[in-house]
């Protein structure tokens, strides 16, 4: 895992943020090789929820990824609760925040298709080997189907070695 995505995930901890990791990290927390650059995650879309997100990542200054610098762009709870889905870049790195996800839909799904790990120390939700490959099967980028075979693989050697 990329060092700013695990402390992204430190200061969600610590702000007491339900998420659930999704994309490449959660990927890499199952085993894949593939690198990531970015951290993608599912959030809860609870007013208590959004204000502890905002809270917490307001001191990283989020911002609009690929939007121009001088775009006024405000991230904070109103602006969530208007929104869903958010790609952003911060001080820490990319993030992209997810009301809903492809092929599995909102928050509780995915939490539901999710399982703790241990993550570089520290407890975190991540999307289960089938919740990322009916996500990435949504998806259909292309890079998103070659991920899908790496999933299927690993799933099946989980699954022979007796491993969650």
Known sequence: ??????????????????????????????GSARATFDLDLCYRRTNENIEKLCGALE??????????????FRFDKKTVQHGLNFTLETDLGDLDLLGE???????????????????????????????????KTAAGRKKDTEAIEELKGLRDLKERLGDS
């Open 1 to 30: 895992m990329i060092p700013e995505s695990q402390r992204v995930l430190a200061v969600l901890n610590q702000a007491k943020v339900e998420y659930v990791v999704i994309g490449g990290v959660a990927m890499v927390a199952h």
């Open 59 to 72: 001191p990283f200054h989020p911002r609009l990824r690929g939007a121009p610098k001088d775009l006024p």
């Open 101 to 135: 996800v492809a092929g599995l839909g909102f928050f509780e799904t995915v939490l539901a298709n999710s399982q703790i790990k241990q993550v570089e120390e520290m407890e975190c939700r991540i999307l289960s080997l089938d919740g990322l490959i009916r996500a």
